[in-house]
């Protein structure tokens, strides 16, 4: 089955640097990688997903990068601002058209912004 | 309603004994999911349905687990004889059919085995 790495298991920055978030895959048949931010108590909620058929991909100050030969793929987050501090989650798993198989998720980025 | 309701939110229970979670996701959401999250891990896959049958069941740990979903619409996930290891928060999600991939998580059913 599939296997996510994620680092760093916590990350503190500079509010206004960027963050930097890691992971690695195993499976070279996953095709569709989400990123997940997680409030302290609240339900993940999407951020960002890219699909392989990409390599980058952005909305505002978030941004995903995927390297399919390496099986690796990364979030940045620039301008960091207080309401970016949560866990941030990487997926990894199967797309098809009619939705999403089940995930493999990362162990989480606890991102901590400075002021 | 507006979003992936679950219940109970918090279930506390002795070994042994029978659970049954609750899940009703957003309303003519036809992939519906289930996973648990252990304190400080990310989501753990468990179960997904499309419509009424489970398409992919491959991570429910044991026979002790199972989850219904009658009608399409609401599912139940049942634990058996539960172990104090069983203590998670129990997470849904739905999806709409044809969907870009993104989960509606529900707030989760915090279980405790004592």
């Known amino acids: 089955g599939e296997n996510v790495e994620q680092h760093p298991s916590t990350l503190s920055v500079q509010e206004g640097d960027s963050a930097v978030i890691k992971c690695t895959y195993s499976?070279?048949?996953?095709?569709?990688f989400p990123w997940y931010k997680q409030e302290l108590g609240k339900r993940p909620q999407l951020i960002i997903d890219i699909r392989s058929n990409v390599g980058e991909k952005k909305d505002q100050r978030i941004a995903v990068t995927l390297n399919k030969t390496a099986k690796h793929f990364s979030l940045h987050i620039t301008e960091t601002q207080p309401e970016d501090s949560a866990v941030y989650f990487c997926?990894?798993?199967?797309?098809?058209?009619?939705?999403?198989?089940?995930?493999?998720f990362g162990k989480g980025t606890h991102l901590i912004i400075q002021p | 309603g507006a979003g992936v309701s679950q219940t109970p939110s918090n279930k506390v229970t002795e070994k042994g004994k029978y659970v049954e979670l609750r899940c009703d996701p957003i309303s003519g959401h036809t992939a519906l999911y289930w996973y648990r999250q252990s304190l400080g891990q990310g989501p753990e896959f468990l179960i997904y349905f499309q419509g009424t049958g489970a398409a992919d069941d491959s991570g429910l740990p044991n026979d002790r687990f199972f989850a219904v979903r009658p009608e399409g619409s609401v599912s139940t996930l049942k634990i058996q004889r539960t172990e104090r290891g069983d203590s998670a928060v129990y997470l849904c999600?739905?999806?709409?059919?044809?969907?870009?991939?993104?989960?509606?998580f529900g707030e989760g059913s915090r279980l405790t085995v004592l």
């Open positions: 997926a990894a798993g199967m797309y098809s058209g009619g939705g999403a198989d089940g995930l493999t």
């Open positions: 499976d070279s048949a996953s095709n569709y």
């Open positions: 999600a739905s999806s709409p059919t044809g969907s870009a991939g993104e989960l509606f």
